[in-house]
Structures are given as C-alpha cells and as structure tokens.
C-alpha cells in the first residue's frame, strides 16, 4: 500500500513518467504518512479509440495523438 | 462521474467502440441523471491469451480472434 | 467478456441501477456482438469525499449526496 | 483524462486526501501537461482484511487500524 | 508486482480469504517465478445489488446473501 | 463471480498464464465455494516503464524484461 493506477493517452516519454511517480511518490509518503518502497504505481496508456467522454471517441473529438493544444487528453 | 470501464476481447471496429460509448452515455444521462460531458468511457482490450474462464484461457478454449459464432468473448 | 466496472456517487436507486444494467447489457449485446449471459456489471459506488476533480475533492466542492441540479456526480 | 484511482488502508482524513488529491493534480498539470480540470482522482479505502502481501492478510500481519510506526499500509 | 485484485460477493469469512491469498501467493511464486513478499492481493466485496450478469443484478435474480447452492456469486 | 484481475509484468509464457489460471480457478472452487465456470481471470501485462515501486520506475530500476535473478517484477 498505497497503490495508485494512472491512465492516460498514450505520448508521454519516459522521463514524463520518471518525475510523475516520483512526485506522487513523495507526496503519498509526506502527506498519506507511509514508506516510499510501499509505494507501487502502475500506468495504464491508452489509445484515442478506447477513451471517450461525452458519448465520443476522442479519435473522433480530437484526432490522434496527445498533447495539444486546448485538447483534453 | 460517472466513470465507465469496459473489457472486452480484442477486435471490434472503431464504428462498433463509437456506437457503444454513444449508447452507453446516452443511457447513463438517462436513467442515472448525469450530463454527458461527464461520462467518461474507457476500453481495455485482451488478448484471449489473456482472458480466461473456467479455468482455461479463452486462447486455448476457442482459439485467437473474436465474434465468431458461439464463442464467448 | 464483456466486462464493464461502473464507477459513480452514492445515492442511486436499485431500480436505476437495474434499468441502467439491463440497457448497457441490451446495447452491448447489440452493438458488441455478444451473447446476454457473458455480460457482467459490476458498480462501485463513492462517497464525495473519495472522488475528486480539479485537485478538489467533491464533498467540499458539491456538499455531500447526489444528483443535484447541476452538480457533477 | 488522466484518471487516477489510489488504494490504501482505510483511515485517513479528509484532510489528508484533500492535501493528496490536490498535490497529484497539480504535479499531473505541471509533468504531464494536462488542464487541472481533465484530472479526476478516485480513492478506494480498504479494511486490512482485504488486503494481502506475502500471502497474509494485514489484519493478521499488522492488526487493525492504519499509520502505525512500523506498518505497511 | 504481481498485484492481484479479486472481486466477489460479500460474505466470505476472513479464515476464507486468509486461506485463498495464501494460495494463490504460493501459486504466483511457483509458477510466475516471483518472491512471495512481490505479491499484493486486495479484495472487493460487492452487495449484490452492484453486481449484474446477462443484464440482471442478482440481488434480483439470487436475493441478497452468498454461497447458497446453485447461485452464481 | 469472482473476477480476478492479474497485473504482472511483461513476459511469461501461454503455459505460465494457463497454468496460474487453472490454479486460482481451483483454489476459487475450493475455499470461496463457487463453481469453476464463474470464475473470469483477465492479466495485464506491463512494460517496466509503466510500474513503479519506491518512486521509481523498474525499466530504471532493473532495466527491461522480467524473471531475473532477484528483480521484483
């Protein structure tokens, strides 16, 4: 414990994902009172034809890709 | 909210994923009472490798692909 | 398969919660290409306090319950 | 997008999440260039007999209750 | 890792699940070849007005309760 | 009922995951008392890049693939 599961659209860089678990790493052991190694995440990346908000696939709202802008992604 | 998962094995089309997340936030505005700009629909999609009932993974109990006739998945 | 995990607030009714299994397993069948009986729907449900958006926990934006006029739950 | 959920033991304050879920969110807007208003956090709590490492229940392992000195959780 | 997540219905006893992590603990480690201490097993208990097959929760089709005979939960 | 969700990293072979499968499956009949055709086991399977433990991400910190001599994975 904790653990936490991320998902988002795909496009993020490893160096992305390096500073955000550190990050939430070290806010759960600051703020949840726990220690850093019981800390696991795991970050599930997905395609814009498996996320849909509204009733529409963001393939379809936005295009491929992420990170645009003014593009919820 | 609401937050939406759907698994289900792989190969349905991008039409079939856009009228199923169309249909299932149509019926969450509905019937839950919730706007639909806040349904979000999220789909994993499996390997039959990957899924299993009964004790047996689908891969080996109807071999690869999906939507054939009497075949669960 | 499939299978569809429901994440929502607190607060719906079990008839709402039938109506909504009953449509999401009528769509799925339809537009999926799956038999009824391999559908599974599993809800989870939150108190406000566990659900947050904007960085905002949704018990000290909205107050606690649901389905209020305008308030995303 | 992006969708987090958190699980850990049971005890926590609102407080405490409150803190939590603000301070992913906005590491989440600043690493992985998101709005803060696409980022919804979802914590599910757990009772210690409903979570397990090594093949023991925390219950067992730890007794009830969380944040002690010494415990994962 | 491995982290496994068991969703049933409410009502084993803790000696029920204290027995199954340990089993499923002592498979994971023989047969995925990883450490006893790697594997995180968290329960979900579900009433079974939040859980639906072929489109019917089973609080409808089973009334409430578990383990009775002949009943899917 | 039950639903069983394995997340584990990338690697094992058909005959791990069928083997595993069948061993849960069997442990399920027999402590939670259900029949083997209820039981659904789906696994994810994840790259290292996306699971961390201790703040840090196992393609880091183990470098790529799975079942090495005293690597977590």
Redesign the interface.
């Known amino acids: ?9 795909k496009g ?1 860089t ?1 160096e ?13 052991v600051e ?16 395609d814009r ?12 709202k936005f295009g491929e890709g992420c ?1 645009k802008m003014g593009v ?2």
Request: a negative charge; charged letters at 30%; glycine letters at 6%.
């Open positions: 414990m904790p653990f936490i599961n991320l998902k988002l659209a993020r490893v992305q994902k390096e500073r955000f678990v550190k990050a939430i790493t070290r806010e759960a703020i949840l009172n726990v220690k850093a190694e019981w800390v696991t995440v795991v970050i599930d990346e997905y034809d498996n996320w849909a908000t509204g009733g529409e696939l963001h393939s379809i990170g919820e992604d």
